[in-house]
């Protein structure tokens, strides 16, 4: 019989610091794979097994060996929050998940939809994170419009962070540098708004991050296909997300709605019925408000075509 000591150096088939799991934080999510980092800053490509569930950018997950160089996503970590769009056929998705702050991209061209930046600023409120409005192209006057731009100092009395950037002047963005320094901020809005553009100016090596993660454009075309997470040069992440067209919510209820409303707040205790959904009820603080000039029609009025579409979809 051989002594303990001799079975010391030999290797051990099935020791189970061979299959150890690693925690790791996904890039880019593909539909059965994806990039993603290891806390050691290795990149990985990953397959994602069905039954694990859908990563998505941002997700922190465990990766597994796989047999040879390939990898394997294990186990997705609760996530503390999802940032949500619709797919081409109208349902939502998860565009990017464990977010510190969200950076609203409107631009003096294209003009903003009516209602984008209000639908975003409540799914954002939702999330319970910070929005930023960013207005890019800030060096081309507006078309004229009596929208969202005409009213943007409201969203700066409101309590918002609004910050004006151009991409086509020296010095441009640094109004959004010390915003991002921090957490995972992620770029969304309408496509053309500039939010590639703007991740370019953010990131001096996105060149060689972008070839580190394997994607390719090549289609003569720069719009965004992919969510992509960066590594920022003073701390942080900035992710770049496909441009919308129209944003919708899902998931939310009506109370979820008028509490993105941070200027109706004074006054929801005020209404008669407790389950007031501020629209024709009797004894409404919230019409009163507006009635009296406190409370800007034009954002009551975004509120009431936001319930209205929620109540369609
Ligand atoms: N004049 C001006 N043009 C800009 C500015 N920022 C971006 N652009 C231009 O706007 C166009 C669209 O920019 P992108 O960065 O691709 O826009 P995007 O929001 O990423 O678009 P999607 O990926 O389709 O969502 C490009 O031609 C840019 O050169 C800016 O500050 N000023
Ligand atoms: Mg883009
Ligand atoms: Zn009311």
């Known amino acids: 019989m051989k002594d303990w000591l001799e079975y010391v150096d030999e290797p051990v088939p099935c020791h189970p610091l061979m299959n150890q ?11 059965s794979h994806g990039i993603v ?59 990017a998940a464990n977010l510190d702050r969200v950076l609203v991209v409107i631009a003096t061209r294209p003009l903003p939809s009516r209602d984008l930046l209000d639908r975003y600023l409540v799914a954002v409120h939702s999330l319970g994170i910070e929005p930023v409005i960013v207005l890019n192209k800030a060096e081309l006057e ?13 969203y700066s009395r409101l309590g918002y962070t609004v910050v004006r950037t151009s991409c086509k002047r020296d010095g441009g963005v640094e109004p959004l540098t010390a915003l991002v320094e921090t957490g995972t901020s992620i770029l969304v809005g309408q496509s053309g708004v500039g939010k590639s553009s703007l991740a370019h100016q953010l990131l001096p090596d996105i060149e060689i991050q972008t070839g580190a993660l394997s994607t390719t454009t090549g289609k003569g075309t720069h719009t965004t296909t992919t969510t992509i997470l960066y590594t920022l040069p ?50 409404c603080a919230v019409k009163d408000a ?24």
């Open 21 to 31: 799991a690693d925690e790791a934080l996904v890039r880019v999510a593909y539909g």
């Open 37 to 95: 980092e290891t806390l050691a800053g290795e990149t990985r490509d990953c397959r994602f097994r069905r039954n694990v569930g859908r990563p998505c950018c941002g997700d922190h997950v465990m990766i597994r060996a796989d047999g040879g160089d390939a990898w394997v996503v294990d186990e997705i970590l609760a996530r503390r929050n999802e940032f949500m769009k619709a797919d081409n056929r109208g349902r939502p998705q998860v565009v």
């Open 142 to 154: 507006p078309e004229v419009e009596d929208g969202t731009l005409a009213h943007l100092d409201d």
């Open 234 to 283: 003073g701390g942080g992440q900035l992710i770049d997300s496909p441009g919308v067209w129209e944003y919708g919510l899902w998931t939310l209820d009506d109370a979820d709605i008028a509490a993105g409303y941070p200027e109706f707040q004074p006054w929801l205790g005020g209404c008669r019925f407790n389950n007031c959904r501020h629209l024709s009820e009797p004894g």
């Open 290 to 313: 507006v009635a009296a000039g406190r409370v800007s029609a034009r954002r009551y009025d975004s509120y009431t075509r936001l319930l209205a579409q929620n109540a369609a979809s």
